[in-house]
């Protein structure tokens, strides 16, 4: 019998999308499966705009970045219609139908892992693959684009090098990764900083001063510090617990939700939180301090080698599940090996840098300051 699947990228793009739509794609179609690209994420299947995935259309995409499907961050319980922010559930479930799809592929991070589960409840069968720059998807140890990034990081890091020793000085660079740290922790170490700043660890701006001057006098003309875009001093990580603690607390929805607009107002991504920060050290060490920020171009470019094989691995994961009827479940990379995870155990949990990590403890070996006290 032929089967019919669709595929989707939600949520930000990242480098690898179109591997692992061309492994899905291709071995769906080697099996006599038709399969069908929805467009701008959830979007597509919401409104039924599609595009057919046929061989033609997938050759040569291996090596570029982005998504051939377009992406959005549009979730389908909240979908812009108009002014307005409609549940297209229902719609998604009958044009699903009508399409006489056997399965959804969605692939995205943690966002779409939200909605590909609020799907799979509503009755579509749902497979998904797991992509971000930030890693920090739970129950898988990598994410398509991932590993692209980090070298993106990494070279920006390289780069800095020369910039800062001429100059003498503090260079601060703004690495991209939500509230984990993957990624500034990562090309951090891969990079040689001596001070990486991350979400996972609250940092006292005295103790990054006295590290940086600490160089200085041994001699060490420049620094590079990597900060994660959700790191937090101290100060604001406190505000933010007790801002916590009171909305858990608070008695009226719309006194949570005041609650939660002053948190993010204070942990939310915010780039002028860097340059606070570097005007802060260059009082306190009177050390020339410049801010770079990598913004985009880490999402950008040609996917790593890496990337491709992780993604064209998940993809045809992802292919065998619709093959064989295994839904409601993500194509995870454990220990090196494809393993299926259960959605309900992915969705709504972030990955972040665990304190004992490997990568957290090579880098103590080396001295590495975290701006702990
Ligand atoms: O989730 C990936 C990510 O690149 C984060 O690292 C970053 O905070 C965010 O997306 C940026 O989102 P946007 O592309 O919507 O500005």
């Known amino acids: 019998m032929v089967k019919c699947a669709g595929i989707l990228t939600a949520g930000g793009d990242s480098p690898g999308l179109n591997a692992a739509i061309r492994s899905a794609v291709k071995i769906l179609l080697r099996h006599n499966c038709r399969t069908i690209g929805y467009m701008d994420g959830f ?3 919401a409104f039924d705009r599609t595009m057919d995935l046929t061989e033609k259309v997938c050759s040569g995409i291996l ?17 812009p219609v108009g002014d307005k922010l409609v549940d297209m ?8 139908r009508k399409r006489q799809l056997d399965a959804l592929i969605c692939i995205g991070g943690g966002g779409t892992h939200k909605s590909a589960l609020a799907l799979a409840k509503a009755g579509l069968n749902i497979i998904t693959m797991p992509k971000t720059i930030d890693n920090d998807l739970w129950g898988t140890d ?5 590993n692209t990034a980090l070298g993106v990081a990494t070279t920006a890091i390289d780069n800095l090098h020369s910039t800062a020793s001429s100059h003498k000085r503090v260079m601060l660079v703004e690495i991209m990764g939500h509230k984990a740290g993957w990624l500034a922790l990562g090309s951090g170490i891969a990079g040689g900083a001596d001070v990486i700043l991350l979400p996972e660890i609250p940092y006292s701006t005295g103790k990054v001063a006295e590290t940086l001057l600490r160089r200085a006098r041994e001699g060490k003309l420049f620094s590079i510090v990597p900060v994660a875009e959700g790191a937090l001093s101290r100060e ?26 002053k948190i993010e107002e204070i942990s939310g991504i915010n780039p002028h939180r860097i340059f606070e920060l570097s005007r802060t050290l260059e009082k306190m060490t009177n050390l020339e301090t410049r801010v770079t920020i990598l913004g985009h171009l880490q999402r950008g470019g040609t996917p790593s080698e890496s990337d491709r094989l992780l993604a064209t691995r998940l993809g045809a994961a992802a292919a065998d599940c619709v093959l064989k009827g295994k839904f409601g479940v993500m194509t995870a990379i454990r220990g090196g090996e494809i393993q299926l995870v259960p959605l309900d155990e992915v969705a709504g949990k972030r990955k972040c840098v665990p304190l004992n990590h490997s990568w957290m403890k090579v880098a103590r070996e080396l001295g590495v300051c975290f701006g702990e006290e």
């Open 142 to 146: 990598d994410c398509i684009g991932f």
């Open 43 to 45: 979007e597509g299947i």
């Open 89 to 96: 559930t229902g719609a998604i479930v009958e044009n699903y």
């Open 236 to 261: 604001n990580a406190a505000k933010v617990k007790e801002l916590e603690k009171l909305r858990a607390s608070a008695g009226s929805k719309s006194e949570k939700e005041e609650i939660k607009r």
């Open 63 to 79: 090596t570029a970045g982005g998504t051939i499907l377009h992406t959005s961050r549009n979730k389908p319980n909240k979908m």
